[in-house]
C-alpha cells in the first residue's frame, strides 16, 4: 500500500498507510481525503446517534451525486483501457462457453415465441426490409443493429417481432437500451412506426434524461 498521502492522492487512492500509529494507538491506513485513521472512523460511526447516522448518510448522498458523471466517465475510459483483458478473463472462465451458450439460447426462445406472424407473407418482407435496411449501412461503414423497441427479454413486459416493434439503431445505443423498457417512445405514443429513423433517434438522450435525478 502506499505510504505517502501526496502519492495516494496523485494515484486517486481510498487509503494510503504511514506504517505509523494514529493518536488512540491504531495501526491502522489512513483516509487520503482527511488523513483520518480508518479504525478511529469505524468505531466513532458505531456509535452514532440515528440523526448524526442520517446526516452522514445525506452527505454521502451529496457527495456520490456531485461525483456521478466524473465516476462514469472514469469508469468508461478505464473499460476502454482494458477492454481486451477483460474479455480474454472472461473467455478463459471455465463456464464461459455453457453460459454464452445458455444466454444465446435464451434469447433464441424469446424470439421464436415474440414470433407470432410466422405464416405471413407481407410481415416477413416487412422485416426483412428492416434487416436489409441494417446491412446496407453497416455496408456503408456504420456499425448498426435491429432493436426490439418493447424488449423480448424483460421482468416487466415481451415486446412482439413484429416490423412496428422494430428499429435500426446504433451498436452503441442498443448497449445503453439494453432490455430497458422506454415508454417515450414515439411507436408508444401514437407517433410514426418502430422501424422509422425518426422514431429511434434520441434514445441516449431519452436514457440520460430518465437518469437523472427527480425526473
Not at 121 to 133: K, P, V
Request: glycine share 6%; with cysteine; aromatic share 8%.
Amino acid at each position: 500500500m502506499i505510504r505517502d498521502v501526496r502519492m495516494a492522492r496523485h494515484w486517486n487512492c481510498t487509503y494510503y498507510y504511514t506504517g505509523r500509529r494514529c493518536k488512540n494507538g491504531h495501526l491502522s491506513p489512513r483516509f487520503t481525503s482527511n488523513k483520518a485513521c480508518v479504525a478511529c472512523e469505524t468505531i466513532r460511526r458505531t456509535v452514532l446517534t440515528p440523526e448524526a447516522r442520517e446526516h452522514l448518510s445525506e452527505k454521502q448522498r451529496q457527495y456520490d451525486q456531485a461525483r456521478k458523471d466524473k465516476k462514469r466517465e472514469y469508469a468508461r475510459l478505464w473499460y476502454r483501457k482494458n477492454k481486451e483483458r477483460l474479455k480474454t478473463r472472461r473467455q478463459a472462465h471455465p463456464n464461459y462457453k455453457r453460459r454464452m451458450r445458455s444466454a444465446n439460447e435464451q434469447y433464441r426462445k424469446a424470439k421464436r415465441n415474440a414470433y407470432i406472424y410466422t405464416h405471413d407473407i407481407e410481415i416477413q418482407r416487412r422485416i426483412d426490409e428492416i434487416y436489409d435496411r441494417m446491412r446496407e449501412l453497416n455496408d456503408a461503414g456504420g456499425d448498426f443493429v435491429v432493436d426490439h423497441i418493447i424488449p423480448i427479454q424483460n421482468p416487466l413486459c415481451c415486446g412482439l417481432h413484429v416490423p412496428w416493434n422494430l428499429s435500426v439503431i446504433t451498436r452503441k445505443a442498443n448497449s445503453v437500451k439494453g432490455n430497458d423498457f422506454d415508454p417515450d417512445h414515439s411507436f408508444l405514443n401514437g407517433m410514426e412506426g418502430g422501424d422509422s429513423a425518426a422514431a429511434n433517434g434520441n434514445l441516449l438522450e431519452r436514457k440520460k434524461t430518465r437518469s437523472k435525478p427527480g425526473s
